[in-house]
């Protein structure tokens, strides 16, 4: 139920992480794969995958979308006074 994007680099680590401790001993949790996969992070870059680039993307046109919202100035908010 991704929405139709692919699965993020780390995700598929992850997964591949899992179902290697998984053959190997029928009790591995998922919750074991997800602290061994961040052990082994630098095995991480081997694998292919566009999710980074289309992260960057994503975070450019956010971006964006902040400085033009800001180019009219600072927005203040109104303050309660107490009584």
Same mark, same amino acid.
């Given at each position: 139920?991704?929405?139709g994007r692919k699965p993020s680099k780390w995700n598929m680590f992850v997964k591949k992480v899992y179902q290697?401790?998984?053959s190997k001993n029928p009790n591995y949790?998922?919750?074991h794969a997800l602290k061994d996969a961040s052990k082994r992070k630098s095995e991480m870059g081997s694998m292919s %995958?566009? /999710? %980074? %680039? %289309? #992260?960057?993307s994503a975070s450019k046109k956010a971006s964006k979308k902040r400085s033009m919202s800001? /180019?009219?100035?600072? #927005?203040?908010r109104k303050t309660h006074r107490r009584h």
């Open positions: 139920m991704n929405g290697e401790g998984k949790e998922f919750k %995958s566009n /999710a %980074s %680039s %289309s #992260r960057k800001m /180019a009219g100035g600072k #927005r203040h």
